[in-house]
């Protein structure tokens, strides 16, 4: 897999009927990896292993409800009352980050309402604090620490 913006880290891996699987320490699984599964991998752990965030207030692949759709945030990190308080969107290394993409992350905290986004290709990160008074965002150099 193409190296990414992230610290090195150390990955189970495996094979399973000649396709590659890596280990979700948060899902507690395989996962077949695409792209996209490889950024989020990266990310959780720099969460865990940089930012400090316990794995058990995770959650990948986290389902809502907006205006009746539902969606599916790539990974939220709840914070000690069990509330939303960050939002990662993860696209494939080979996706371009644009407006389009902070629009999908900003509809989505509508519902959710955590406090911190971070929206990642792997390859460049964006982190944003919510100012819920002005209904925007506030770019950051970095997510804070646990």
């Not at 880290?9 to 000649?18: A, R």
């Not at 990190?77 to 960050?86: E, G, S």
């Not at 993860?90 to 644009?98: F, H, Q, R, S, V």
Request: charged content about 25%.
């Amino acid at each position: 897999m193409i190296r990414l913006n992230f610290p090195s880290y150390t990955f189970k891996t495996k094979n399973i009927e000649n396709k590659p699987y890596i280990w979700d320490v948060v899902r507690k699984k395989y996962i077949i990896i695409t792209p996209e599964e490889w950024v989020r991998q990266h990310v959780i752990n720099y969460l865990i292993e940089e930012k400090r965030y316990p794995p058990q207030w995770m959650s990948v692949e986290r389902q809502f409800t907006i205006n009746g759709q539902h969606k599916r945030a790539d990974i939220v990190v709840h914070n000690k009352a069990l509330l939303p308080h960050i939002i990662v969107e993860c696209k494939a290394p080979n996706i371009k980050i644009t407006q389009e993409t902070f629009d999908q992350i900003a509809r989505y905290n509508l519902s959710l309402d955590a406090s911190y986004l971070m929206i990642t290709n792997g390859l460049q990160h964006f982190y944003c604090q919510m100012d819920f008074e002005k209904e925007t965002y506030v770019f950051l150099q970095d997510l804070p620490e646990y």
